[in-house]
């Protein structure tokens, strides 16, 4: 089963689940039919934690959850599996599970996986949880599911940073994968903009007009602390974690016109990378670090350019229309994701950066921000929708689109975090 499910990852599946805003394009049987039984005794928490597995797994675009009603008496995950019943019911993986209060006050929670076709116990875990580790609990899971039928990391614990304007207020907020469990990281009534996480998942790089001009902060995620990594003379904008997480890539005007620097997190050791008369800005590192891909008009247009990370001759990257900015590269390195004017629209492309083929994602007209997942296999970004900034995403070969269900605000500048141990 193990290969079939793997073979799946070549293509996605036709349907749409409404209440997740799921777009979903190609051939309808591709996506892995799984039945996901409610967990015995999840009432108890307050939400189910089945409900949240069921929605990770659809929101990936290759996996098609079964309904399956309430059972009475419930199954278990130490239950007997009757296969030949849920292969009627064309289910190719079962899970089935428990949550069961413990004396100290905390919740076990039990399952397993098993293979509906071969009739086979593909393994399962336990954990011990508080009633608010709920959601965090339950993405754990999708991601167990996820890696075990297709062989690579499921996403579904990562969290992601963005920025919302209500009235004159900007947040910074930071919430799961799929938008719920936000939590405010920074308040301002200036601008907040290019949140960058640290390869580690503990730091935010930002940029903030709280001192009436654009600064570079890092911020912890565990104390709140923070400190400046550039208020130079001038502009100080657009960070970029270099993959040790010691140094930041920056924009800064101090000598006149905008060019690339490094810099420690700290704010040390700066140094010029760029040197053109044109502007250079929104720079971000190849996976091994050895290359930085900026944006620039040294050209007499926005394109995208690469030079060594050290700094030295820059090439241009991107040669089709008059206007390709914000570049991202996937966790592979093997693709660029960045927005391109098209007939007027501002969407979201992505280049293979061996073969030179360009494909564009989205048919949104006021894209900003892409931002791989640290799977590289959605790209999240914002866009605007009823007349606000919302975020979507999409999967890199553009079979999937997803709005998320944030209603807080008009959200902006999206970046999807790290893989955290």
């Known amino acids: 089963m193990r290969r079939l499910l793997a073979a799946l990852l070549l293509g996605f599946a036709t349907a749409a689940a409404a209440q997740l805003s799921i777009e979903i394009t190609g051939a309808g049987s591709q996506r892995i039919p799984i039945a996901i039984a409610p967990f015995a ?82 393994s399962g875990v336990a954990y011990t949880m508080s009633r608010e580790q709920a959601r965090t609990t339950a993405h754990r899971i999708a991601d167990f599911i996820y890696e075990k039928l297709t062989g690579e990391k499921g996403v579904f614990s990562t969290r992601i940073a963005f920025v919302v304007k209500r009235g ?43 001192n009436k001009k654009p600064v570079v902060y890092v911020h912890s995620l565990a104390d709140g602390k923070r400190q400046v990594a550039a208020n130079f003379k001038g502009s100080n904008s657009a960070p970029a974690w270099a993959p040790d997480g010691t140094r930041l890539a920056v924009t800064l005007s101090r000598d006149g016109g905008s060019q690339i620097f490094l810099v420690n997190a700290d704010g040390s050791g700066v140094r010029r990378l760029s040197q053109s008369a044109g502007i250079d800005t929104e720079p971000v590192f190849s996976p091994d670090g050895q290359t930085l891909y900026f944006t620039s008009d040294r050209g007499g247009s926005p394109q995208i350019y690469r030079m060594p990370a050290a700094g030295g001759e820059a090439q241009r990257v991107t040669f089709d229309g008059s206007y390709n900015v914000r570049p991202r590269i996937s966790p592979d390195g ?54 606000r900034g919302v975020l979507f995403a999409v999967s890199s070969d553009g079979r999937i689109k ?15 975090g790290p893989f955290v141990k």
């Open 334 to 387: 093997k693709l660029l994701a960045y927005i391109t004017r098209n007939a007027g629209k501002f969407q979201v492309a992505t280049m293979d950066l061996a073969s030179r083929q360009i494909q564009i994602l989205t048919d949104s007209d006021k894209d900003e921000s892409p931002s791989f997942a640290p799977n590289g296999r959605m790209i999240l970004l914002a866009t605007v929708n009823g007349g």
């Open 41 to 122: 005794g999840e009432g108890a928490l307050g939400q189910g934690i089945s409900a949240i597995v069921r929605a990770d797994l659809e929101r990936s675009g290759l996996f098609r959850p079964l309904e399956v009603p309430a059972l009475n008496p419930p199954l278990t995950e130490a239950s007997a599996v009757n296969y030949a019943e849920w292969r009627a019911r064309l289910a190719d993986a079962l899970v089935l599970g428990s949550v069961a209060a413990r004396p100290d006050g905390r919740f076990e929670v039990r399952f397993k996986l098993f293979d509906a076709v071969k009739g086979a116990d593909l």
């Open 168 to 210: 004159n207020r900007y947040e910074l907020q930071i919430a799961d994968a799929d938008g719920a469990g936000e939590e405010t990281a920074l308040a301002s009534f200036e601008p907040i903009i290019s949140p960058a996480w640290s390869p580690d998942g503990r730091r935010l790089a930002y940029v903030s007009f709280e």
């Open 402 to 416: 997803q709005r998320l269900p944030y209603a807080g605000g008009d959200v902006r500048e999206p970046a999807w």
